[in-house]
C-alpha cells in the first residue's frame, strides 16, 4: 500500500468515527486513529475516561468495528494500542 493510499483509508476510518464521537464525548472519553497495518488491521487509541473504561471492550465490537468495518470493508479488524484491546 502506497503513502497516498494508506493516508487516504486513516482519513476514511476517522471520518467513519466521527459518528460514535458523541456518544464517547457524553462520558468524557474519545478515540484516535493511529495507524492501518499492512495486515488492513486499523490501530486506535482509546483516549480519556474510555483509557480505563470497563466497558471498551463492548464499545470496540459493537461500536468501533461494527461502524468502521461496515464503511470499510477493506479493514479486517480494529485494535486498540492502548487499554482495552479485544
Known sequence: ??????QALLE???KALDD???HLKV????VE???ITEAMILQIKWL????SCS???MTMRAGIEQTVMGKMPEILGVE???????
Open 80 to 86: 486498540a494500542v492502548n487499554g482495552v484491546s479485544v
Open 20 to 22: 460514535l464521537r458523541p
Open 55 to 57: 466497558m471498551s471492550a
Open 1 to 6: 500500500m502506497s503513502v497516498t493510499e494508506k
Open 48 to 51: 480519556g475516561n474510555c483509557q
Open 33 to 35: 486513529v493511529v495507524d
Open 12 to 14: 476514511k476510518a476517522d
Open 27 to 30: 462520558d468524557g472519553g474519545n
